[in-house]
């Protein structure tokens, strides 16, 4: 998961920020805009349990988080009574999430009038307090193409923008998010970027390292383009060995990537497995159900006898599943099918 956005507004304890996680739940990242597996966390979404009615919804909310919704004499009741209230205004074709805090999510419906993208997504969060973030515009084919948030404090009006950038068509990964830039404006002035994402993905010349529409690279830059960080991730490839196509199989955080590319150049895409692996935070394996069976992991072992290197072993026991579709566990057995590994750069 990366993630930058904090910007000392007044509303620092408002949730707003650029987020990703990868679960191997293919359910939770369907439609994803940032490549296989991943999800945006700051934006959940709603999606059609049986994939074509609203009888039954279910609202994702990260990697491994999902809340179903069951249509019942009229009214959304969720599945497990956690005081929530899920509720459809026809008129709009818009889904209202009100949780016991009192704050309250806008989703698209899906009407066929929306465009394909729009449909399920999210539209707008409020606080009791007022503050309010929301998309203020789209992509002619229906992707975000901004959200915005206004705070005033002390008769000084701060706007925050997050302008998104999708790759154009005749790009292998068309359609995926290419960018996304926060910038702020104070008082209707002149906007200013504060940071920026740049994102490239697996687009089948790479010899090594993924699929299309992998996400490969993440490179957080300043507000003048000067790259602060980059995370780099590799994911099994069809054949391979303990994993399954378009599963995580390495991640590199901002440390990690410089020193593998300090000692093997930039061409990450002509290197093999083993040769970035020493360098790599995390490592994992699958079994033939795509459940995590192995993580390695940098720096969480006994340097001495095994460099550093820490390992775990996930083993699994079978429950009663509750309706599950999509390849989405409900809260009550999501634990024992999926995984979602995140990491977070501020």
Request: aromatic fraction near 12%; proline fraction near 3%; charge should be negative.
């Amino acid at each position: 998961m990366v993630a930058f956005a904090e910007t000392g507004t007044p509303a620092d304890n408002f949730p707003w920020g650029q987020t990703r996680s990868w679960s191997n739940g293919p359910g939770y990242a369907s439609g994803s805009d940032n490549g296989n597996g991943r999800v945006d966390t700051y934006t959940p979404h709603l999606i059609q349990a049986d994939g074509s009615t609203s009888n039954t919804l279910v609202l994702i909310t990260n990697g491994n988080t999902a809340y179903y919704y069951g249509l019942v004499g009229g009214n959304y009741q969720p599945r497990f009574d956690d005081g929530s209230k899920l509720t459809y205004d026809s008129g709009n074709d818009t889904y209202t999430l009100t949780d016991t805090q009192g704050d309250t999510t806008v989703l698209n419906g899906f009407g066929s009038t929306r465009p394909t993208a729009q449909r399920g997504e999210f539209a707008s969060y409020s606080d009791p307090s007022g503050e309010t973030m929301a998309v203020t515009s789209y992509t002619t084919d229906g992707h975000v193409a901004e959200m915005q948030r206004s705070v005033t404090s002390n008769g000084t009006t701060t706007t925050e923008s997050y302008l998104y950038s999708y790759l154009p068509s005749g790009d292998a990964n068309a359609g995926l998010l290419g960018s996304v830039t926060l910038r702020t404006q104070i008082n209707g002035g002149v906007w200013s970027t504060v940071q920026q994402v740049q994102y490239s993905y697996y687009d089948g010349t790479q010899t090594y390292g993924g699929n299309l529409g992998d996400l490969m690279t993440a490179t957080v830059e300043d507000g003048s383009g000067n790259a602060l960080s980059t995370d780099y991730y590799r994911y099994y490839t069809p054949g391979a060995a303990n994993g399954y196509t378009h599963g995580l199989e390495y991640v590199f955080n901002s440390a990690s990537y410089t020193r593998l590319t300090a000692a093997l150049g930039t061409d990450l895409g002509s290197l093999t497995d083993a040769q970035v692996a020493p360098y790599a935070d995390n490592a994992f394996q699958y079994d033939s159900q795509q459940r995590v069976t192995q993580e390695v992991v940098q720096a969480a072992g006994d340097s001495t006898t095994s460099g550093g290197l820490g390992t775990y072993g996930f083993s699994y026991t079978t429950r009663s599943r509750l309706n599950c579709p999509y390849g989405i566990d409900q809260r009550r057995c999501r634990r024992d099918n999926h995984f979602r590994y995140s990491n977070t750069i501020r």
